[in-house]
């Protein structure tokens, strides 16, 4: 590999969710580019077993964390374990997340809590903590994790669209706000994606995600190669794209009766 494909030799990237799914595929990626990887997942056998096969295949150190990221106070844990360390975050790839299927008041409220603890507060916390000592040094990345939900009302995962919803807005605007400090901040809106998402979830997909399902390491490459490039977002996919497009032009009351239909399980 050449030297401009290992342009983050040297660095260190931080990759929340990373014991599985999209997390697994960023940290790869990253580790191909030279990066050293922080891994922050619940399940340590994964992380450890990840941070084995990266070092075998690319000589990556890693700090391997097992944390529950839905808690308050977990930017200032993670800094702090990562300052006795001695590791400064160079990226911070934010993507530990999931979704919860159903109509909400068919959801028990504390999971729907939880869910917006981890997708939402928690997200918010580590980039505002890892982004600030990024300001301090002169410069960073940060790759923040939405959906095409995003984008609209979406009815048996109202919940989860509105928090990404909020990600999304909160990454644009701080794409701008932190531009003057050399910190790229890229937000990502992948569609259906091949993870486990669905199972966590608690849908069965249906024919229409089954044939619009992209593989996770093609959504991880788009992020990634839109964060290196300074863009401040990005939808994973030509087809989501002209989802998102049409959106544009489709009328808001309609917008949540289209989701719904396209939610549906088979």
Do not use: C
Not at 200 to 212: D, F, H, P, S, Y
């Amino acid at each position: 590999m050449g030297d401009a494909m290992r342009d983050l030799v040297g660095k260190w990237a931080m990759v929340t969710g990373a014991s599985s799914g999209l997390g697994v595929d960023f940290a790869r990626l990253l580790a191909e580019r030279g990066a050293n990887l922080v891994l922050v997942a619940r399940r340590a056998p994964e992380l450890e077993s990840l941070a084995a096969e990266l070092k075998q295949a690319y000589g990556t150190q890693s700090q391997v964390l097992p944390m529950d990221l839905a808690q308050p106070g977990v930017g200032a844990r993670l800094r702090a374990r990562l300052d006795e360390a001695g590791v400064a975050v160079d990226v911070l790839v934010n993507n530990a997340g999931y979704g919860l299927h159903g109509e909400l008041l068919q959801q028990p409220l504390e999971r729907t809590l939880d869910m917006l603890q981890l997708d939402v507060m928690s997200l918010t916390e580590l980039t505002h903590v890892f982004a600030s000592d990024m300001v301090r040094r002169g410069g960073g990345q940060i790759l923040l994790i939405a959906s095409i939900g995003a984008f609209q009302a979406t009815p048996t995962y109202a919940a989860y669209s509105a928090g990404k919803a909020y990600v999304l807005m909160l990454g644009e605007a701080l794409h701008e706000e932190l531009k003057p400090h050399h910190v790229t901040v890229t937000t990502l809106s992948p569609g259906v994606t091949r993870t486990g998402f669905f199972e966590v979830a608690g849908q069965k997909t249906n024919a229409l995600q089954r044939m619009a399902m992209m593989e996770s390491r093609a959504v991880a490459q788009i992020g990634l190669a839109a964060l290196k490039a300074g863009r401040p977002s990005v939808v994973a996919g030509f087809m989501n794209a002209l989802t998102v497009f049409l959106v544009r032009f489709t009328p808001r009351w309609l917008q949540p009766r289209l989701a719904r239909a396209a939610m549906k399980s088979d």
